[in-house]
């Protein structure tokens, strides 16, 4: 599977696109749409290379869920998951209960574990409590 536009979108309204590079409320330098990799604080970027760093990163990660999914995917919980996994990385979600429950076949289980993902250095962020939400919503298929 494929990550959609509906995906790309959700993404870039949690995210924002900073062409300058600062630190994430975790302290992680980043840059772009949230692009992490190899950032330090002085760099700088353009707004092509930004949405190129994006849809690689998607891509990347699309490719992780498709690859290691034992269970059919619906479109919506798809990009639901890819977004997720963006914003917190593939290993993040691959060890996380959401995707064992999801693995077991257990969909409502894995609805319910959205809203836990939403804490920075144990502080509950309402960003991310908003972000889980619009990610849970398409997971269900209503978003």
């Not at 749409?33 to 290379?49: E, F, I």
């Not at 498709?66 to 639901?80: E, G, K, T």
């Not at 209960?97 to 319910?112: I, K, N, S, Y």
Request: charged letters at 20%.
């Amino acid at each position: 599977m494929n990550h959609s536009d509906k995906c790309v979108a959700l993404v870039k309204s949690f995210e924002g696109c900073q062409l300058h590079a600062y630190a994430d409320l975790g302290g992680i330098p980043s840059i772009g749409w949230g692009h992490t990799k190899d950032v330090r604080l002085t760099d700088s970027c353009s707004k092509p290379q930004a949405n190129k760093w994006l849809e690689d990163e998607l891509t990347s990660v699309a490719r992780c869920i498709d690859q290691n999914s034992s269970v059919r995917l619906s479109q919506n919980q798809f990009d639901a998951l890819v977004s997720f996994a963006y914003n917190l990385g593939w290993p993040a979600l691959a060890t996380s209960t959401l995707w064992r429950t999801l693995m077991a076949g257990d969909v409502v289980g894995a609805e319910m574990e959205f809203p836990r993902w939403c804490h920075v250095k144990k502080v509950e962020v309402a960003g991310l409590k908003r972000r889980r939400a619009a990610e849970q919503a398409m997971f269900k298929g209503l978003a």
